[in-house]
């Protein structure tokens, strides 16, 4: 069906012009395949596909050039798409889902107003006044029931949610974006249609280069890398992330794990003939473009959307093996810059901003004046020049079928975007599609280039991803702004090579000095604009970088993820307090925490004063206490730390571990060369695995008894009160023949004795037992899955499979733990031993111990602040100690205990109300309510003695029926309002 639309110029009886809306049908389908594999059926999948699993593989191995590649892989597809269209259901897609708070009786008395509205209009001039005065008064009524119903059926849903993260928080966080429906006409045209529309699109967001550029010129002479491994196609395929969209075929990366599971042989011989021919597949070069409207962007421009490819999926497979290998090259010989920090492991936000203020601060220090410049690249990702791509890949000297696969990667790539007239495509002449596993990778390659120009000794440039950044400083302002002038021109210069543009107006710089008129500056004639700040990787710097600008926008998000929480979560209805305090750590502490190791380690107080203010709303919000409590008592309520402590906590973690900066003698004399930190990237080529019997996970503890050819080896791990131990015994013909015993720190985890165990032992055979078949036995299997994983975070794990790949004797498996295997008990006997006796042995600390004494510095300074506060003393008396588990106290309960509610004394405490005195005469007080009053006398509590009111009030709070008692009375006491008031 094509819909046209035109605005008609023809004089209509009201204020609109006609809209003429054509509707032509046509047998093309708008809407590509989606399978509904998460509900099973998977056998009948496999099934049809073992029928003709066969003959496609007989295709596979015959492979021998490019166009049977191509030809074989869409048939591989479609034979796929039948057995999907054999065993599953396809997906429909549900556009108006019909309310859950509409009744039969609303739409009664819908069908009644519009019955009231014809008879109105055909009722005679005398009546018909009242008729439509009464229709009116009618709608009025009726408009008020749909809107208490729909209230109460969003609170009725909110209220029954069980997951915290369900469609109440897509709703009210507007997480559940969709991709936005090209309906708004372009240049505001009064007539067009969608696929007119989506072709203007196309034509804008996907131009077609004005140069040719021939790929054959580029030939790669390198040594070719090693092919497959079944193992290497198999861990890509295991950590295939679930719920993403497929491509146009519709084959999702569920559907890839089940055949791979049943037919490993079929992907990796596939995969192994497209590395063997340098060629990548055609079909899975067709991307499915969905566009995603930018927040706060005009809809009628193309530039306000982002495209979004949706690629094949096992082309994406086969891509990741492909940056798999590519990256594992480039950092094995070093080719990327250490200032590049995108999208690359051991780099993150907060390296890169650490680096940024280090130069920042060397510069102060060594000038009068420095520039921070902020420059951004137009479509970075979408412009990329393919020539610069593939010179970038010769540059890097990458093994030559890798780059032949990926040069064959950028040819005849087209994109495509459906429409109800059917699909529009166009060839993708440059830049990597925004969607592919691929792109970070070229990307950073081809930026490399830009990080190695020649610049000065005083020019910094440093990069995450596409956000590029200069430091520049100069003892004079003539010297300053010759050098940043000129280093703009070298990156402009460079942009220009690689056929990418800079936007003038969105590059700004912040300068340090005391120039009353700072430098001008020019990006190609146009002047660079001087802010106060810039906004760099989320987080703001200012020119005096005492962070006021970035606490202000930190602060006006958390206005608007407040009010997000305001929509599931009211005083008396919504979400249960515990998802409330869920989404505050997990939403709103994690959007605040961003980069906080640049602005949150030396904190002022102006900052914390700051952070209590946004963190107030939320507590509020999550205890549904009255606004004028105190905010040092809903943090102990909640169990929720001041902000500003928690988010020094996190930046002491990240400068300590992530950054490997010490921190202050007064938190902590640990040094960052004294604790473990993770592996990053991979130790040996990613082709290398263990060989599949050299790791075993179920029980080994009969053939350890039965077996008397090999050397068995027992180890375990132990921590008691008294310390922790690490042993092995070695067996053969059930003797030992040898055993060790370690002694580790206290500090140390079960899992490094019992994993440093293993490590000893295996280094211990690797050394001494060459020659003999070995047997290992742990009784943990953590350490078993950590060693198996070739990119485990754990040191010690790669240190043993390293030892395995190259000691294939020596195998290792699970054994049962305290199942009477008498090499177990003996392993057990030693690690226990060895806690008080064993030799001294020194692993790194665990990052579980720093958090551990950072827990403690943040619970001791909170402690401080609550014990000496002159706030929320009543909760004081109640709680004098603070905990990082919340009270689950009932919003009436904390009312009652703060004794912030609708009481007489608190109303007259705070103006609200003339007089502190209850209706029946008492002083309105929250004790007075639970003992005296005659008018709650119902849920009155026995009177305490005046000494014994503080312990009065902890026993209601630790008393699960007088907590209740006090639930119901402050509820009544709410729903009673005027009896209480004195008239």
């Avoid at 909640?638 to 202050?664: D, F, N």
């Avoid at 014994?948 to 639930?967: E, G, H, T, V, Y």
Wanted: glycine letters at 4%.
């Amino acid at each position: 069906m094509n819909l046209h639309r035109e605005v008609l110029e023809t004089p209509s009886l009201s204020d609109h012009k006609y809209i003429l809306t054509t509707l032509t049908e046509t047998s093309s389908n708008s809407m590509y395949r989606r399978y509904k594999t998460l509900h099973g059926n998977h056998k009948n999948f496999l099934k049809f596909l073992s029928t003709h699993i066969e003959q496609i593989s007989h295709q596979i191995s015959n492979i021998s050039n490019q166009q049977q590649l191509n030809e074989t892989t869409k048939a591989l597809q479609q034979l796929i798409i039948r057995a999907c269209d054999h065993a599953y259901k396809k997906k429909q897609v549900n556009f108006i889902p019909a309310p859950n708070w509409w009744t039969q009786s609303l739409e009664i008395e819908k069908k009644r107003l519009r019955a009231l509205r014809r008879r109105a209009q055909r009722a005679n001039s005398l009546e018909r006044q009242a008729r439509f005065i009464q229709e009116s008064k009618e709608k009025a009524i009726y408009k008020k029931k749909v809107k208490h119903a729909r209230t109460s059926g969003w609170q009725q849903f909110c209220l029954a949610a069980t997951n915290p993260y369900g469609k109440h928080y897509k709703a009210a966080f507007r997480k559940g974006v969709f991709p936005s429906q090209l309906a708004v006409l372009a240049n505001s045209q009064p007539t067009g249609s969608l696929s007119t529309i989506a072709n203007n699109f196309m034509d804008n967001m996907f131009p077609q280069p004005a140069y040719t550029v021939d790929y054959s010129q580029y030939q790669t002479y390198t040594q070719d890398d090693a092919q497959f491994s079944q193992q290497e196609v198999s861990y890509v395929v295991k950590h295939l992330p679930a719920g993403k969209a497929p491509g146009v075929d519709g084959i999702d990366n569920l559907v890839i794990k089940i055949i791979h599971k049943k037919f490993p042989h079929l992907l990796t011989s596939l995969f192994n003939k497209s590395l063997t021919l340098g060629s990548f597949p055609e079909s899975f070069k067709i991307g499915n473009i969905v566009f995603f409207q930018k927040q706060g962007k005009d809809p009628s421009l193309s530039s306000s959307y982002r495209p979004i490819s949706l690629l094949p999926a096992l082309g994406k497979v086969l891509e990741r093996l492909l940056t798999q290998r590519l990256t594992f090259h480039l950092e094995r010989i070093r080719f990327i810059s250490d200032r590049q920090f995108g999208f690359r492991e051991g780099h993150s936000v907060d390296t890169a901003i650490d680096s940024l203020l280090n130069k920042i601060q060397e510069a102060r220090t060594t000038s009068n004046h420095s520039i921070v410049l902020s420059i951004d690249i137009k479509g970075a990702f979408d412009n990329l020049h393919h020539e610069a791509i593939m010179k970038a890949l010769l540059d890097s000297q990458s093994p030559s079928n890798i780059t032949k696969v990926f040069f064959n990667l950028l040819q005849n790539r087209k994109v495509t975007v459906q429409t109800p007239t059917g699909p529009i495509e166009r060839d993708q002449r440059k830049g990597c599609p925004q969607g592919s596993c691929s792109g970070p990778a070229l990307w950073n390659l081809v930026a490399n280039s830009a990080l190695n120009l020649p610049w000065r000794e005083n020019v910094h440039v440093q990069a995450f991803a596409d956000d590029f950044a200069m430091v520049i400083h100069a003892p004079t302002k003539k010297k300053l702004k010759e050098t940043a002038q000129e280093a703009i021109n070298i990156f402009d210069n460079w942009c220009t090579q690689n056929h990418l543009e800079v936007a003038p107006e969105k590059t700004n710089y912040i300068i340090f000095s005391s120039l009353v008129a700072s430098p001008r500056l020019t990006w190609k004639g146009t002047t660079i604009k001087k802010v106060q700040n810039i906004r760099y990787l989320g987080v703001y710097l200012d020119d005096k970088l005492n962070w006021g600008a970035h606490m202000s926008a930190q602060a006006t998000k958390a206005l608007v993820l407040h009010q997000n929480i305001r929509k599931i979560a009211g005083k008396n209805w919504g979400i249960s307090q515990q998802h409330r305090r869920i989404l505050y750590k997990t939403v709103v502490e994690r959007m605040l925490a961003h980069g906080a190791a640049a602005w949150c380690l030396k904190i002022t107080a102006k900052i914390a004063r700051k952070l209590t203010s946004i963190q107030r709303p939320f507590l509020l919000s999550i205890t549904g206490a009255y606004r004028t409590s105190p905010t040092a008592a809903l943090q102990v309520i909640t169990g929720l730390p001041p902000l500003h402590l928690q988010l020094q906590q996190e930046a002491k973690h990240i400068t300590l571990t992530r950054l490997k900066k010490p921190l202050s003698p007064e938190i902590t004399d640990i040094q960052p060369s004294q604790i473990e930190s993770k592996a990053k990237g991979w130790t040996l080529h990613p082709s290398l695995f263990l060989n599949t019997n050299q790791i075993c996970m179920t029980d080994g503890g009969p053939e350890s008894l039965a077996d008397t050819r090999a050397f068995h080896i027992f180890t375990d791990g132990s921590k008691t009160d008294e310390g922790v131990g690490a042993a092995y015994c070695i067996f053969k013909n059930k003797i030992i023949t040898h055993q060790w015993k370690g002694q580790l720190q206290k500090y140390n985890t079960v899992f490094q004795a019992e994993i440093t165990a293993l490590r000893e032992a295996i280094q211990y055979a690797s050394e001494n037992l060459k020659d003999h078949q070995v047997k290992v036995y742990v009784d943990n299997q953590a350490s078993l899955y950590a060693i198996a994983n070739p990119k485990t975070k754990e040191q010690i794990a790669r240190q043993i499979f390293k030892n395995l790949i190259d000691n294939p004797n020596i195998k290792v498996s699970w054994i049962k733990a305290h199942a009477n295997y008498p090499g177990n008990e003996k392993a057990d006997e030693l690690a226990k031993e060895a806690t008080t006796t064993g030799q001294p042995y020194t692993v790194l600390l665990p990052t579980s111990h720093i958090k551990s004494v950072l827990k403690a510095c943040l619970l001791r300074d909170w402690q401080e602040l609550w014990t000496k506060g002159n706030t929320g003393r009543p909760i004081h008396k109640v709680l004098p100690k603070v905990s990082l588990h919340t009270q689950n106290w009932s919003r009436e309960l904390s009312i009652f205990l703060m004794e912030h509610g609708p009481f007489p004394t608190y109303l007259h405490r705070f103006r609200l109300s003339q007089t502190d005195y209850c209706n029946c005469g008492g002083i309105g007080s929250p004790i007075h309510y639970a003992t005296e009053c005659p008018f709650t006398l119902s849920w009155h509590l026995k009177t305490p003695a005046s000494s014994n009111i503080d312990p009065w009030r902890k026993s209601i709070a630790q008393n699960k029926i007088l907590s209740n008692k006090i639930c119901e009375l402050i509820r009544f006491i709410h729903q009673n309002n005027d009896l209480f008031k004195i008239n």
